[in-house]
């Protein structure tokens, strides 16, 4: 390390598991004090500014571009670092957990990014946080062949023919209560960036990649500044040169898009591009404004990205993408192929018609859930790039996007329908479920869904019932027929958790900011009473 400055270890709570001592090392555990000594009061000082402002946005004070940053935005000089080696040709990334099988199958998909997901795809039980840094160790050391006891073999294709890892950790309003430092938990983003990179970021340099990052559940610049000093510091403690990192920040909640200029500025040296996390912008939106009747949203099926607000939010983000010389990238085709083959093609046209609108829109790639779909959304980026890396040529100099182009929300209002409202629940319910026995990846009703999907459909289920436009009752009769259909299917299941915490998260007066808090807590209470 570079520092002398003292410091203190962080604390393993947890039991011993097999090969943690290959991650929480004595090393990597001071690094990973280093981090959060600097950085854990100002997190806080960050969370509690979030719901101040929040309590202001509730209040009807409006929201708009900031005036204090005018000049960043008006300032046409400024340009985000290069694109990394790895990162230059993004035409398809593919998502997932760090899970052994998976990232086998993402990083031999055919994708040019495979984003290694802590967030919303992984339930963060202890043994998902320490498993998924093996998974990455063993990934960059090509020791992560197996052959499963049916005699499935999974092996690596030649390190040319394997996508970029990036890595998404946790957001900043979570923690990680089996690892403590000055007697509270450490700030879970800090520990699935610091662990990665003290371990994995000269190994991806010397293979001539780098530390690369997809931040999610940034509110604002000041988010992004904290993050960018994260890297400045890590990069300072191993003797990496500044600048290595690279991070792709998703514009995933709606005070975010009113900062998509100033978030690249802020992370301008480390910068990879902006993402439109768009189930979760919509959730964003929600829990923002739900309170309004003029934010009030149709079933999200009815909610496409050809909404006009959303048009508007795309459009924001591509322009200044490429106004900066960064990297746009578009959402999520979830679509898990059937073996019904009239299904399947059905799916396909589907996020062929997505990943159309997207390329013709300007983004320079895209995501998949499935390596099924890699074929697909490449053969339409391919089609518009052909053999540029990109198209932030095009600046999209004609876009002008108004505060109430985001905010025009009212045009989409209509009353759910039933068959809306039992969706919404149903995901919810198995979503809770799988995520409370440690798995957060899910495919459902031929979707693979993560947390975004759970975290959407219940806030919907609770702006809907605070309008009054569904009836709680109702909701209450869907809650118990959706259990026993849920208990039928997993005997297994615990409905008792499953549903206090869907009561809790949705049924509420007032809606918890994200349900995972919750589900954690259950979950750390579960394995206390196990383990007595």
């Not at 500014?49 to 005036?67: K, Q, V």
């Not at 006009?308 to 999520?332: D, K, N, S």
Request: glycine share 6%; with cysteine.
């Amino acid at each position: 390390m570079t520092t002398s400055a003292p410091t203190r270890p962080v604390r393993v709570l947890a039991a011993p598991g097999e090969r943690h001592d290959e991650i929480l090392t004595p090393a990597a555990l001071e690094f990973l004090g280093h981090l959060v000594g600097a950085f854990a009061e100002r997190r806080q000082w960050l969370l509690k500014e979030r719901r101040r402002r929040s309590l202001r946005l509730a209040t009807g004070i409006p929201l708009d571009f900031p005036r204090a940053t005018a000049g960043i935005r008006a300032d046409s000089s400024w340009r985000v670092a290069p694109a990394a080696p790895g990162l230059t040709d993004r035409r398809v990334e593919i998502t997932g957990p760090p899970e052994r099988r998976m990232a086998v199958n993402a990083l031999n998909s055919g994708a040019r990014v495979w984003m290694a997901d802590f967030e919303d795809a992984t339930a963060p039980t202890w043994e998902n946080v320490i498993g998924g840094q093996l998974t990455l160790l063993d990934a960059i050391e090509r020791r992560i062949d197996f052959t499963t006891p049916e005699g499935k073999e999974y092996r690596l294709r030649p390190a040319g023919e394997l996508a970029t890892i990036v890595v998404r950790p946790r957001g900043w309003h979570l923690e990680e209560h089996h690892l403590e430092f000055d007697g509270r938990p450490v700030p879970a983003s800090l520990v699935d960036f610091g662990l990665y990179f003290f371990h994995c970021a000269q190994r991806q340099i010397d293979a001539g990649h780098g530390p690369y990052f997809y931040l999610p559940k940034l509110e604002n610049h000041y988010d992004a500044r904290l993050w960018n000093d994260v890297f400045v510091l890590a990069q300072e403690l191993l003797g990496i040169p500044r600048g290595t990192v690279r991070a792709t920040v998703l514009i995933e909640t709606i005070t975010a898009a009113f900062e998509t200029e100033e978030i690249l500025h802020e992370l301008r040296e480390h910068s990879a591009g902006l993402n439109a996390g768009r189930w979760d912008y919509l959730f964003s939106l929600i829990k923002t404004f739900g309170h309004r009747t003029d934010f009030l949203l149709p079933d999200r099926s009815q909610v496409t990205m050809t909404a006009p607000f959303m048009r508007a939010y795309t459009e924001l983000l591509v322009r200044t993408c490429h106004r900066r010389g960064a990297h746009a990238i578009g959402g999520m085709a979830a679509q898990v192929p059937s073996k019904d083959p009239e299904a399947h093609a059905a799916a396909l046209a589907k996020v062929r018609l997505d990943k159309e609108r997207e390329a013709e829109d300007g983004f320079d790639g895209s995501w998949v859930a499935h390596p099924g779909l890699v074929p697909t959304c490449r053969e339409v980026f391919d089609t518009v790039l052909g053999d540029r890396p990109d198209q932030i040529h095009r600046t999209l100099e004609d876009v002008e996007t108004a505060a109430a182009d985001l905010l025009s929300v009212r045009r989409m209002s209509g009353p759910p329908t039933e068959e809306g409202l039992r969706t919404n629940v149903a995901v919810t319910l198995r979503y809770f479920d799988a995520w409370l026995r440690g798995q957060g990846a899910v495919a459902l009703h031929g979707l693979m869904e993560d947390a975004a999907t759970a975290e959407i459909a219940r806030v919907q289920i609770w702006q809907w019932l605070r309008h009054r436009v569904v009836d709680r009752t109702t909701v209450l009769g869907l809650l118990d027929q959706e259990l026993a259909g849920l208990g039928a299917e997993y005997p297994w299941a615990d409905l008792d958790a499953v549903r206090h915490l869907f009561e809790e998260t949705a049924l509420a007066t007032e809606l918890p900011a994200f349900f995972t808090p919750s589900a954690y807590e259950r979950h750390l209470v579960r394995t206390s009473q196990d383990s007595a």
